[in-house]
């Protein structure tokens, strides 16, 4: 259980680091694309994947929403897959969270609060999951208590 802990300590903090990376450079590829565009000369897609090959248009996209989601950082214990995953739940309702912190936002409003440094992974992204669920099942004017959808993607049933 102790070396459990310890690894979980060092994926988490892995996983942390390369949220940042990916947040760092997903702002110079903002940035970058807003350069091209302006000079109006090229298309971005054309341009980064002859300039960039190495980097998939998929890592990119990645990349470039950590960066254009604000408060990422405060959440970057999630890792990047788990933030993508909340990432592309919120953008339907992005207008309707905090500006300042959308992830954040959406969690409180599912009745959640998260302590990364004391969740486990494995029950991480389940937990995500069960809010995207939730979040989908609302506009469907469904009632899911955010237990029950945590539940269901725990296999709980």
């Not at 300590?9 to 694309?33: D, E, T």
């Not at 090959?53 to 214990?77: F, Q, V, W, Y």
């Not at 959406?106 to 069960?130: V, W």
Request: aromatic letters at 6%.
């Amino acid at each position: 259980k102790e070396q459990n802990m310890a690894a979980e300590g060092v994926f988490g903090s892995a996983r942390a680091k390369m949220v940042n990376i990916g947040y760092v450079i997903g702002c110079l590829l903002v940035h970058l694309k807003k350069l091209v565009m302006a000079e109006g000369n090229e298309n971005w897609g054309d341009y980064i994947s002859r300039e960039f090959p190495e980097m998939s248009r998929r890592t990119r996209e990645k990349c470039m929403n950590l960066a254009n989601t604000s408060g990422i950082l405060r959440h970057a214990d999630i890792g990047v897959d788990a933030a993508e995953l909340v990432i592309q739940a919120i953008k339907p309702i992005k207008h309707m969270l905090s500006k300042e912190d959308p992830i954040g936002d959406l969690f409180t409003r599912s009745g959640i609060t998260i302590n990364y440094a004391q969740i486990e992974k494995g029950h991480l992204t389940p937990m995500i999951k069960g809010v995207i669920t939730r979040q989908k099942l609302l506009p469907e004017s469904v009632g899911v208590p955010s237990e029950i959808s945590l539940c269901h993607r725990r296999g709980a049933f």
